[in-house]
């Protein structure tokens, strides 16, 4: 299974952590692993500022560097979704279909395609799970609480599975964290309210670590952590699934 790892720019800039835990994840987990070296921004912010008319750079070069593969796979459930639902290219659509079918954020491809049962991985620590809109309401990778159906979540399945780690309950347990990309500059007083409301939640329940699918909302979170002073921590999903595992 020849896979490509598609790593944003911002994961790349301030976490390159994450995406190395997701290489390693990987590959422990049977995938051969390609990392297209001249992939740059996937063009989420310009697409979300009003200006998709402007991203066939991006698209163009997304094209150049993925496709062939068997599955593209990325620890960003926003730029995922990004690629999933809007990228095109003029003269090579077909190609971007394809790819539009093949592209995963991390979680899901190791519970719908690889199927995962268990890992050897161990995070003696509470940890409460930020469930991202893109990724919730988006990519569909849990249920939401406001519908009246069987609850689900592929990050909480997943995380189930780390030796010592306790999931702590939350509040609210799908609340937006007020991130929202371009949001959190145009509206910064309610961004940051709505993320001091979700850091207090965590913090309220006795979480040690607050983790995500999405290092953009944890970015964000984890700016608030610091001016409150805080103990608590931020880390991708990846990094504890990968953390300690053989």
């Known amino acids: 299974m020849r896979v490509a790892l598609f790593v944003p720019c911002y994961v790349d800039q301030f976490y390159p952590k994450a995406a190395i835990a997701t290489l390693e994840l990987l590959e422990?987990?049977?995938?051969?692993?390609?990392?297209?070296k001249n992939q740059t921004c996937c063009g989420q912010?310009?697409?979300?500022?009003?200006?998709?008319?402007l991203t066939g750079g991006c698209n163009n070069l997304f094209v150049d560097n993925f496709s062939g593969y068997d599955y593209?796979?990325?620890?960003?459930?926003?730029?995922?979704l990004h690629i999933k639902e809007h990228l095109h290219a003029d003269g090579r659509e077909?190609?971007?279909?394809?790819i539009r079918k093949k592209v995963y954020e991390l979680t899901e491809f190791l519970v719908d395609i690889l199927k995962v049962k268990q890992l050897t991985a161990s995070f003696p620590y509470r940890v409460g799970l930020h469930q991202s809109c893109h990724g919730l309401r988006g990519l569909h990778i849990a249920q939401m609480s406001e519908l009246v159906a069987e609850p689900f979540s592929k990050p909480a399945q997943l995380l189930d599975m780390v030796s010592g780690l306790e999931l702590v309950?939350?509040?609210?347990?799908?609340?937006?964290?007020g991130f929202g990309g371009?949001?959190?500059?145009?509206?910064e007083a309610v961004s940051a309210k709505m993320g001091k409301?979700?850091?207090?939640?965590?913090?309220?329940?006795?979480?040690?670590?607050?983790?995500?699918?999405?290092?953009?909302?944890?970015?964000?979170?984890?700016g608030i952590l610091r001016r409150q002073?805080?103990?608590?921590?931020?880390?991708?999903?990846?990094?504890?699934?990968n953390h300690s595992m053989q």
């Open 72 to 80: 593209i796979v990325c620890p960003s459930g926003s730029c995922t």
């Open 197 to 222: 409301d979700r850091v207090a939640d965590h913090v309220a329940h006795g979480a040690q670590y607050i983790t995500s699918a999405d290092l953009s909302c944890l970015m964000h979170l984890e």
């Open 28 to 36: 422990k987990l049977g995938c051969e692993v390609h990392y297209p």
């Open 94 to 98: 077909e190609q971007a279909k394809d």
């Open 45 to 53: 912010p310009m697409a979300n500022s009003g200006y998709e008319h």
């Open 229 to 241: 002073n805080s103990d608590v921590k931020v880390i991708h999903v990846a990094e504890i699934l």
């Open 182 to 187: 371009t949001f959190c500059v145009v509206e």
């Open 169 to 177: 309950p939350l509040s609210r347990q799908d609340d937006c964290c």
